[in-house]
């Protein structure tokens, strides 16, 4: 099965509205991390979030490594942060790897 | 700060054919990967270097090989190109192992 589980698919909403991005684990792992994805096809790295909560400006991502779980959550949603949002987990293997399993993507549109 | 190249952006060739794409990096990161995006999936890892001179294969390393000419680049090759490979290619780069990766914008492959 999918190591990396993200939802929603997808999701639209409305210029103001919050949204919560969840991406769950089946594996123990070491560290995760969230990209977002411009259309054109760019990563951009939003947060390396080993374990707990981080801040960056409307954006708050929380990992509990324990529980295999994390969450992005997005505040105010503008037009501008439509596009794919992608999690990744770095698996706790033992090996030195560094490697990192994705999800597919949420695909978040937001309408004015 | 820093940046990742890719290049080139967009590749075509042809079914059979040898291509290689190139990614340098100025962060200089010791490790270095190059991820598969195929429309719809999660990335996929293909080749990993955790430091110049080194080379480990990912879970898509068939078809391809890889080279790590000096610590900031790191090229890769697909050894005879198919339909199915369509897909956008990432490379991306880390200070090492168990550290935040940053992506380059992407070659994008269509095979003829």
């Known amino acids: 099965g999918q190591q990396v589980q993200q939802s929603p698919a997808s999701l639209v909403l409305q210029e103001g509205e919050n949204a919560e991005l969840q991406c769950n684990f089946s594996?123990?792992?070491?560290?995760m991390q969230w990209f977002y994805q411009r259309p054109e096809g760019s990563l951009v790295s939003l947060f390396y979030?080993?374990?707990g909560t981080k801040q960056s400006g409307r954006l708050t991502s929380t990992t509990v490594i324990k529980e295999r779980r994390s969450s992005l959550h997005i505040s105010s949603s503008q037009i501008t942060d439509s596009g794919t949002y992608l999690c990744?987990?770095?698996?706790?293997?033992?090996?030195?790897?560094?490697?990192?399993?994705f999800g597919h993507g949420t695909i978040l549109r937001v309408h004015p | 700060g820093g940046i990742i190249t890719q290049t080139p952006k967009f590749l075509i060739g042809q079914e059979g054919q040898k291509l290689t794409l190139k990614c340098q990096q100025n962060?200089?990161?010791?490790?270095m990967y190059w991820y598969r995006q195929d429309s719809g999936k999660g990335l996929r890892l293909i080749y990993y270097?955790?430091?110049?001179?080194?080379?480990q294969k990912g879970d898509l390393s068939e078809g391809y090989d890889a080279s790590r000419e000096k610590k900031s680049s790191f090229s890769l090759t697909v050894t005879s190109a198919q339909k199915n490979e369509m897909a956008v290619f990432l490379c991306?780069?880390?200070?090492?192992?168990?550290?935040?990766?940053?992506f380059g914008p992407g070659t994008r492959l269509t095979v003829l």
């Open positions: 991306a780069s880390s200070i090492g192992v168990y550290a935040e990766q940053f």
């Open positions: 594996t123990s792992l070491n560290s």
């Open positions: 979030n080993p374990s």
């Open positions: 990744a987990m770095e698996r706790n293997t033992g090996a030195n790897t560094g490697k990192l399993t």
């Open positions: 962060f200089n990161h010791d490790t």
């Open positions: 270097s955790i430091t110049e001179n080194d080379l």
